[in-house]
T-cell receptor
Framework: NAGVTQTPKFQVLKTGQSMTLQCAQD?????MSWYRQDPGMGLRLIHY???????DQGEVPNGYNVSRSTTEDFPLRLLSAAPSQTSVYFC???????????????FGPGTRLTVL | GENVEQHPSTLSVQEGDSAVIKCTYS??????FPWYKQELGKGPQLIID?????GEKKDQRIAVTLNKTAKHFSLHITETQPEDSAVYFC??????????????FGKGTLLTVNP
């Protein structure tokens, strides 16, 4: 298994540009989520999905859009990038069932985004 | 919503010493408390977790304790080694529908183990 993969690893955008951060997992996990990590702020939840076709907002959803058309993929869209969205973005996934520790969240390697 | 406070923000120890990182949480309904280790340039990786029906859990050199009454939990690393140097995050969540997917993280502790 490749686990949780994210692309790209690095991205530089200009203010106002749009882009999509890709996240995929091959573990048949139902739950997927996006976090952003800023210095001294820990990780903050942006959006999450409890299964294909179902998404919901986290703590800091403004300026981001998500969709979940398949179990494997959970892309994060920046509609009009702003300097405040400069951050490291992590995707995570976990099983849906609390059984034998199967709800562990597995994180991807991250995407480092800079908005000029 | 849940609020997780983590202390200290930086911790420097000598190789072989113990390290303790403490977290407090605000929501008494939280019942799942994982700890993650993040090495430079990588994503967080779960190292140990504890659920609210357990007071202590140990895995080799790593242990976690939970005090539900006081709403705090701690990570203990014994016999520290240079490869333990990393940023450690605590987190808390409420089990909802059978899964703990909405984690609230502390701000992290940079642990440095000096040889």
């Amino acid at each position: 298994n490749a686990g949780v993969t994210q692309t790209p690893k690095f991205q530089v955008l200009k203010t106002g540009q749009s882009m999509t951060l890709q996240c995929a997992q091959d573990m048949n996990h139902e739950y997927m989520s996006w976090y952003r990590q800023d210095p001294g702020m820990g990780l903050r939840l942006i959006h999450y999905s409890v299964g294909a076709g179902i998404t919901d907002q986290g703590e800091v959803p403004n300026g981001y859009n998500v969709s979940r058309s398949t179990t494997e993929d959970f892309p994060l869209r920046l509609l009009s990038a702003a300097p405040s969205q400069t951050s490291v973005y992590f995707c995570a996934s976990s099983y849906s069932v609390l059984a034998g520790g199967r709800d562990t969240q597995y994180f991807g390697p991250g995407t480092r985004l800079t908005v000029l | 919503g849940e609020n997780v406070e983590q202390h200290p923000s930086t911790l420097s120890v000598q190789e072989g010493d113990s390290a303790v990182i403490k977290c407090t949480y605000s929501d008494s309904a939280s019942n799942y408390f994982p700890w993650y280790k993040q090495e430079l340039g990588k994503g967080p990786q779960l190292i140990i977790d504890i659920r609210s029906n357990v007071g202590e859990k140990k895995d080799q050199r790593i242990a976690v304790t939970l005090n539900k009454t006081a709403k705090h939990f701690s990570l203990h690393i014994t016999e520290t080694q240079p490869e333990d140097s990393a940023v450690y995050f605590c987190a808390a969540s409420k089990s909802s529908g059978g899964s703990n997917y909405k984690l609230t993280f502390g701000k992290g502790t940079l642990l440095t183990v000096n040889p």
